[in-house]
């Protein structure tokens, strides 16, 4: 007995040494596979889509994908699990969304500015206590997986200790997670307010504990620049100089009271985004939320320096704050993403998302001088967003956004039988872009069947 095992033992020590098995298990996904290699609205040949397709992934990443019957025989030992029939996307990028705020969103009456005042102020007091931001960032977390949101740019609040809560349940869940702390040294209460040089200080402190540890990565995070001084803005720079693949996140353009603010509290600037400007913190790792009032100079300057823009339709159609304009982005070739912008934002669906992004882009058509010239949100230029297209703004095309061999294998598994009222409009959907714009117009949490993280069931 002992020596058939010592035997066995052998034999497989030779197959493993000889390569013709593999230390860990290739699992394949099969069912219909979709993902993007480019920008639909800037080049036709922008997606890969296999009826019937496979994502094979080994240890955590992607080895292959494509056409099941003819992958098959490379792949013979593979377990496989079947999704047949059912639509398998990489995972879903938020690139703008404040974990503290998921509790007070749908807050009533208020534009931004009193927005802020009344609401969020108070509620992100709370996120010094440790115990509290941990309960908050585990709930929100799950509810991104339950949504299908895998990677997220998030804000934190001004406490560290809100950082470290956020990272630490990222970390359990080992997602792709982007965060910081907040930088704000006027314009809001005292309980919410650091000073430039603790600002400095405390983030420095945050790079050093979480930045590239494991999947997560730092975001120097000034809130927006009525509520940073000068000097504050100046030593944000600094960060950025000193710790150059860092992110930087903030708000940008997003509403007329506050551009005709930042106007008056920077004088000298020659727009808005132009403060950001000043102090070094457009980068081609900048994300700015909203963008929507930049002029076509603006966009150059994103155009430029690699920066992009978090497009939040559901934020602001909720605060009133106007119409994004994808079309001119997409002109000036800035990157784009979606963000949901809870708790100004209405839903952590991304799907959700991508349905009132379609609305806004019907009513600019509406109130264009010229309709005809504007269309709406094409289908897959909305998942696009939704996938590659976020990665791109999060400069992460290399780890995630795609099924191409070696990336990091977050995906979900969408059910079109999930409710009823999807279920009898997908009867009638024969083409791809037909099927996508349903589970987009009408897909929420119940579409996302399974959502894995590196290849781990979450949900
Ligand atoms: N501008 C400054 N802070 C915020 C915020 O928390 N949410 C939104 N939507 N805009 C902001
Ligand atoms: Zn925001």
């Known amino acids: 007995m002992l020596i058939m095992k010592i035997k066995s033992l052998l034999l497989f020590a ?19 596979v979709l993902y993007f290699t480019d920008n639909p609205a800037k080049k036709s040949d922008s997606y ?46 938020d690139t703008h969304v404040h974990y503290p705020q998921s509790e007070m969103v749908a807050a009533y ?22 115990a509290y931001a941990s309960k908050v960032a585990n709930s929100f977390l799950n509810q991104l997986i339950a949504n299908g949101t895998t990677t997220a740019l998030v804000f934190s609040t001004v406490s560290p200790v809100s950082v470290d809560a956020f990272f630490e349940a990222s970390q359990k869940r080992n997602m792709r997670m982007i965060s910081g702390k907040v930088l704000m040294d006027r314009n809001a209460p005292d309980y919410l307010t650091d000073t430039p040089e603790s600002g400095y200080a405390e983030s420095k402190a945050l790079i050093e504990k979480w930045h590239n540890k494991g999947r997560l990565k730092y975001a120097v995070t000034p809130r927006f620049a009525p509520t940073s ?41 020659r727009s808005y985004l132009d403060v950001y400007d000043h102090y070094g913190l457009v980068t081609d790792h900048s994300v700015f939320a909203h963008g929507i009032y930049l002029d076509d100079q603006d966009m150059k300057t994103l155009s430029k320096k690699g920066g992009s823009i978090a497009f939040c339709p559901t934020s602001n159609l909720f605060l009133g704050s ?27 669906s991304i799907l959700e998302t991508m349905n009132e992004a379609y609305k806004v882009t019907q009513l600019r058509k509406a109130y264009s001088e010229d309709p005809t010239s504007v269309k709406p949100l094409d289908p897959l230029q909305s998942l696009y967003l939704a996938t590659l297209g976020g990665a791109r703004a999060l400069s992460m095309e290399g780890q995630i956004g795609s099924f191409l061999p070696g990336m990091e294998a977050d995906f979900i598994v969408l059910n079109a039988q999930s409710t009823p009222l999807l279920a009898s409009r997908m009867k009638n959907a024969k083409e791809l872009k037909d099927k996508l714009f349903a589970f987009e117009i009408l897909g929420d949490d119940r579409a996302v069947e399974h959502t894995y993280i590196m290849g781990k069931l979450m949900k």
Not at 323 to 334: C, G, I, M, Q, R
């Open 229 to 269: 001084t000068p000097h504050q803005l100046a030593l944000a720079g600094k960060l950025v100089k000193e710790f150059p693949d860092v992110y930087v996140q903030t708000h940008v353009a997003e509403n007329k009271a506050e551009v005709a603010w930042v106007k008056e509290l920077f004088p000298n600037s």
């Open 322 to 348: 106007g119409l994004f304009n994808l079309a001119k982005a997409d002109e000036f070739n800035v990157k784009v993403g979606l963000g949901t912008d809870v708790g100004a934002g209405t839903s952590l």
């Open 14 to 32: 030779f197959l493993l040494s000889a390569g013709l098995v593999c230390r860990a298990e290739i699992v394949g996904y099969r069912g219909d």
């Open 109 to 130: 009456g208020d534009q931004l500015l009193d927005w802020l005042n009344n609401y969020t102020f108070p509620t992100e007091k709370n996120f010094s206590n440790f």
């Open 48 to 93: 890969q889509y296999f009826e019937d397709g496979v994502v094979y992934v080994n240890n955590g990443k992607v080895v292959q994908s494509g056409s099941y019957i003819t992958l098959k025989p490379q792949y013979k030992n593979a377990k496989i699990i079947d999704y047949s029939g059912k639509l398998i996307i990489p995972g879903l990028i």
